[in-house]
């Protein structure tokens, strides 16, 4: 074989591979007092986008295709939904109430949207964008997070200082588990064996155990904690403490402080990146994004955002 048809040949593959890699997954950052999202590309770090939505963004969740982001508007009681490709807002849901958190199914066929006022999630058909029904749960919800096989619904009850447990294939709350005081964000580990709840009042995080619906364990972070991510491959978890201006890291396997971080003014979304390596933190007061290497535990990018840059719910697609 020629010299080339060899460099011919490798050619093409190089080409071939390049083409069938993935893209690095955008993160998509609720902008509350600018009532906009901002598009972060994760491979570069940049804002490629700007998009105008309802009014007081908060709530934010990203579709496990990646095709499609839904956004929670508590100023305007909407729902936008975004085109993830096309980078444009194709609709709007009317919910009325106090729309805040917000969550996809895992065959995102449904969208689950805690109403702060009613006391309620409601379930929205994701190809009709109809609201099907709607669930009553405790006082004040807040986070929302979906069991990875879809079979749950947990849900932070604020003003009650629980979680509610929707079971999924009949719409109806199967158990109410008693966390600390003021549960706000939450998120379910990656087999589903434990939820972890942040408590806002109480400076603490309640570890639910699935399948007895009992709290296991209570780790004392910073003041004010908000959201939770959870690193299983470092058996880690990462919670963003709004009052202190960090994030307190601690092992899932010994419930115990490994590190507290300093990010930024008001942090309160977090999210691991699908790549397993970097943790990102939205900061409300300070308008930006920071980005956490998971192995060193250092800030590592700080990207500006809009004005109140909240990111609460699931922010970055899957893939």
């Given amino acids: 074989m020629t010299t080339r048809r060899i460099r011919g040949y490798a050619v093409a593959w190089l080409l071939g591979t390049c083409a069938q890699a993935p893209a690095a997954p955008f993160a998509w950052i609720t902008n509350q007092s600018s009532s906009d999202v901002s598009v972060i590309d994760t491979a ?27 956004v929670t508007n508590p100023g305007d009681k909407t729902v936008s939904v975004i085109d993830a490709v096309a980078r444009r807002v194709t609709g709007r849901i009317e919910v009325g109430g106090g729309p805040l958190g917000i969550a996809v199914a895992p065959d995102d066929r449904r969208l689950y949207v805690a109403d702060w006022y009613a006391s309620q999630v409601l379930v929205i058909d994701t190809d009709t964008l109809a609201v099907r029904t709607r669930v009553q749960v405790g006082a004040a919800p807040a986070g929302i997070a979906i069991a990875p096989d ?11 200082d629980s979680v509610a447990v929707i079971a999924l294939d009949t719409l109806r709350i199967s158990g109410t588990v008693a966390v600390g005081d003021a549960p706000f964000g939450l998120t379910v580990s990656a087999d589903g064996s434990r ?28 003041e004010y904690p908000y959201g939770v991510a959870v690193d299983a491959g470092r058996r880690r978890a990462f919670v963003t403490n709004q009052h202190d201006d960090s994030v307190s890291v601690f092992d899932t396997n010994r419930l115990e402080p490994v590190a507290d971080i300093a990010v930024g003014e008001f942090p309160e979304g ?35 955002t809009g004005d109140g840059s909240r990111a609460f719910g699931e922010f970055i697609a899957p893939r």
């Fill in 195 to 222: 939820v972890y709840v942040a408590n806002v009042r109480s400076g603490n995080v309640s570890v639910i155990d699935t399948a007895t619906l009992a709290v296991v364990g209570t780790v004392a972070v910073g």
């Fill in 44 to 70: 570069s770090g940049r804002v490629v986008a700007t998009l105008a939505v309802g009014r007081e963004p908060a709530g934010v969740a990203a579709s496990r295709d990646g095709a499609r982001v839904y």
């Fill in 150 to 160: 879809g079979s749950r619904a947990y849900v932070a009850c604020r003003d009650d």
């Fill in 270 to 304: 977090i999210a691991l990146h699908p790549d397993g390596r970097h943790v990102y933190v939205a900061n409300w007061f300070s308008n930006e994004v920071v980005v956490i290497d998971a192995d060193t535990l250092a800030v590592t990018r700080r990207i500006g």
